[in-house]
Nanobody
Framework: DVQLQASGGGLVQAGGSLRLSCVVSGFIYDDYVIGWYRQVPGKEREGVSV????????DYMDSVKGRFTVSIGSAKNTVYLQMNSLKPEDMAVYYC???????RGQGTLVTVSS
C-alpha cells in the first residue's frame, strides 16, 4: 500500500519560515502528481501546491505564490514545501495527498503567531 507521512509543522512567528516534508512509501508508479493541501476547522480545504514527480512541474494557489516552494528530494520519495514569509492566515493543518490514488497522509499543524 502507498502511504504518505507529513511532518515539519510547528509554531512560528509571522514572517518566519517552516519546511514541511512528505515521505511517500510503498509501490507507486513513477509519474504522479502530489499535492499539499491545508484546512482550517470550519473552512473549506484549500489546495496549496502541486508537483509532478516526473518533471517537477509545479503550481501554487495565488495567495502563496512567491512565498512557498514545492520540491522533490533527490531520492524522489520525499516532497517538500518550503514556506517563507508566513502569515497568520497560513495557519492550518497541512497534509499531502496523491489525488489520483485518493491517498493522503496525516496532517501536520502549522501555527503562525502575529
Amino acid at each position: 500500500d502507498v502511504q504518505l507521512q507529513a511532518s515539519g509543522g510547528g509554531l512560528v512567528q509571522a514572517g518566519g519560515s517552516l519546511r514541511l516534508s512528505c515521505v511517500v512509501s510503498g509501490f507507486i508508479y513513477d509519474d504522479y502528481v502530489i499535492g499539499w493541501y491545508r484546512q482550517v476547522p470550519g473552512k473549506e480545504r484549500e489546495g496549496v501546491s502541486v508537483i509532478r514527480r516526473s518533471d517537477a512541474i509545479t503550481d501554487y494557489m495565488d495567495s502563496v505564490k512567491g512565498r512557498f516552494t514545492v520540491s522533490i528530494g533527490s531520492a524522489k520519495n520525499t516532497v517538500y514545501l518550503q514556506m517563507n514569509s508566513l502569515k497568520p492566515e497560513d495557519m492550518a493543518v497541512y497534509y499531502c495527498k496523491i489525488p489520483r490514488l485518493g491517498v493522503r497522509g496525516q496532517g501536520t499543524l502549522v501555527t503562525v503567531s502575529s
